[in-house]
Nanobody, 116 residues
């Protein structure tokens, strides 16, 4: 199983980025897909999740109204659209795939830096 994130980079405060996570080696539609972030010296935190069935979404309070998670099961890809970025959003962003049977996979992470 591979999860490959892309789309990170340096952006000014107030800017936008779109992260992508391409999955392979698993039945993508069976998995709840999530984005986590981890800032230096801090624990990894859940940012957003989209369920495998029904596509229900949930977000951390800190990103509600600014970030949108979506998935394309035909492309085995999950996205995170990040708008109105703030310096405190700076972190490594990780993609996670979790099945109801307890299988759990992580990507290698992509750096997002919000700075002027």
């Amino acid at each position: 199983v591979q999860l490959v994130e892309s789309g990170g980079g340096l952006v000014q405060p107030g800017g936008s980025l779109r992260l992508s996570c391409a999955a392979s080696g698993l039945t993508f539609s069976w998995y709840d897909m999530s984005w986590y972030h981890q800032a230096p010296g801090k624990e990894r935190e859940l940012v957003a999740i989209i369920q495998s069935v029904g596509g229900r979404t949930n977000y951390a309070d800190s990103v509600k109204g600014r970030f949108t998670i979506s998935r394309d099961n035909a492309k085995n890809t999950v996205y995170l659209q990040m708008n109105s970025l703030k310096p405190e959003d700076t972190a490594v962003y990780y993609c996670n795939a979790h099945s109801r049977r307890g299988f759990d996979y992580w990507g290698q992470g992509t750096q997002v830096t919000v700075s002027s």
